[in-house]
C-alpha cells in the first residue's frame, strides 16, 4: 500500500484527500468525461461479451474495469496490453512470500513496479506541462490542497496505484456478482430491461443515475451481501463504548463490514438477494449502509465511479440485448465466494448470452 490514503492519518491523509475531492464528487463527475468515458468502454465490452456467447465473468469484469482505469489515467490504448502485463505482476507483492530471487513473487513485482512508476511519472510530468480540461488524471495532477499546494509526484503515484488498487478488484467483483444475480433470475432481468429502456440512454453522471432505482438497487443489493473486504480496521484515538465495554485509547479494532452487511434487524432476511429493499427505503444509505466503501476520513472516494459503473453495466447490458430478446443466463451453479485476497466470486462461474 505503500504511502498511499489508506495507511495515512490526521493532517496527512486530510491535505492529500482535499486535493483529490473535487474530480471524485457528484459535482466533478457531471463537469468530467468520466462519466461517457465509462458507458462507452461498457459498451464496447458488452459487445464483446454478446460475441463470445458464453464467457467466464470475473475475468472479463476484471478486463472491463482495468480498461476504464487505465483510460482515467491516461495510458495510450495502444499500450494497454503491456500495462495489464506488468500491473498483474505488480500484484504479485500481495503474496506473503518471505524470500526474494529473480523469478520470485517479490522480484517480479519490484520489477513491474519500477515500469509502471515510471510510465505514471511520464504521465503525470505531461499532465504538468499540458493540462486536459476534463480529463480526471488532469484534475489530480492540478489539484490543490487547503493550502493552496499542488501534490508532489511520488503523492500522485500513490494515488494513481490506489485508484487501481481499490477500483479494480473490487469493482471487478461487484460486477460479476450483479452478472450472475442478473443470469439467474429472469423476472429480475424483465425488470432491469424495462427500467433501463424507459430511459433517454446509459446514465452519465450521478444526477441520471436516479432514474434507475432498481439498477441501483441491484448495485447495492450484491455489493451487500458480497462485500469484497470484509472486515476493515480503524485504530482508536481516545476512549469509545461499545455496549457496556468502554475500548481505550490506542486499540486496534476491527469492523466486521460481511456481519453488518447481514444484519436482521438492519435488512430483514439478510440473506435473500432483494434489490427492491432499496427502493422502499424511505431515506438514502447511510454510514451503514455505504459500510463497504469505510468510513469517516478513510470513506472510500471511488464511491460514486463505482456506483455509475455498476448501474451502467445493468443498463448497457439491458439496452443492447432487451430488443433482441437475449439476456444473461447462468451455466450451471450459483459460483461460491472465494474469500482471499479479496471477496470475489468463483473465476469458474460463467454466463451465456442467450
Known sequence: LGDSLLVKDGKPNSSVRSAMNAPFLPKGLS????????AETIGEHVQRWVGLGKF??????RELTLHILFRMIGVDITELDQWRHHYEEFMLGGLA????FPGSPAYRAERAQVWLDARLTKIIEDVRQNPIPGKLVSELVHGKNDEGQTLGNQDLIEILWLLCLAGHETTASTMAWILFYLGQDPALWERIVAESLAAP???NSPKELRAFPLA???????LRLHPPVAMATRLTTAPYPVGDQMIPAGVQLGIPIYTLSRDPERYPDPDRFDPD????????????ETIAFGGGPHFCLGYHVAWMECVQLS?????????????????GNFPRTIYLPLGHPDTKGTVEIG
Open 97 to 100: 512470500f518471505p524470500f526474494k
Open 216 to 222: 441501483e438497487g441491484v448495485f447495492r443489493e450484491a
Open 315 to 331: 443498463v448497457a447490458l439491458a439496452r443492447g440485448l432487451g430488443p433482441l430478446n437475449k439476456r444473461p443466463k447462468l451455466v
Open 31 to 38: 463537469a468530467s468525461e468520466v462519466g461517457p468515458m465509462m
Open 56 to 61: 467466464l465473468v470475473l475475468s472479463r469484469t
Open 201 to 203: 440512454g446509459v446514465p
Open 277 to 288: 429493499r432499496w427502493i422502499r427505503r424511505p431515506e438514502p444509505p447511510g454510514a451503514v
